[in-house]
């Protein structure tokens, strides 16, 4: 089993920064791709960020030059720092790891998410 837990998610003015984490924890044997997605009221949950084991990164060009993406394998936790934040920016966020197992199976997880909200 692997458990996904968020934090970092909160109130943040327009123009603001929030950084989330994102760690991974329980049967791992290799962290594979790790991203963040989002969700905002009334609509569907879109991809903002992914990050391979190999580093290379993509984002959503709507955050592209705003966000950024890291991750730490040694802790199997992913960052995402959000500068310059946009009211457009308010959503529920989540994590997705991609994980393979100590058992060699492979599984995508997700976390519980965490909401972030940017005021004017």
């Known amino acids: 089993q692997v458990q996904v837990v968020e934090s970092g998610g909160g109130l943040v003015q327009a123009g603001g920064s929030v950084r989330l984490s994102c760690v991974a924890s329980?049967?791992?044997?290799?962290?594979?791709?790790m991203g963040w997605y989002r969700q905002a009221p009334g609509k569907q949950r879109e991809l903002v960020a992914r990050?391979?084991?190999?580093?290379?990164?993509y984002y959503t060009d709507s955050v592209k030059g705003r966000f950024t993406l890291s991750r730490d394998n040694a802790k199997n936790t992913v960052y995402l720092q959000m500068n310059s934040l946009k009211t457009e920016d308010t959503a529920v966020y989540y994590c997705?790891?991609?994980?393979?197992?100590?058992?060699?199976?492979?599984?995508?997880?997700w976390g519980q998410g965490t909401q972030v909200t940017v005021t004017t």
């Open positions: 997705s790891t991609a994980v393979l197992e100590t058992d060699r199976r492979s599984g995508d997880y």
């Open positions: 329980g049967s791992i044997f290799r962290m594979n791709a």
């Open positions: 990050i391979t084991s190999a580093g290379t990164t």
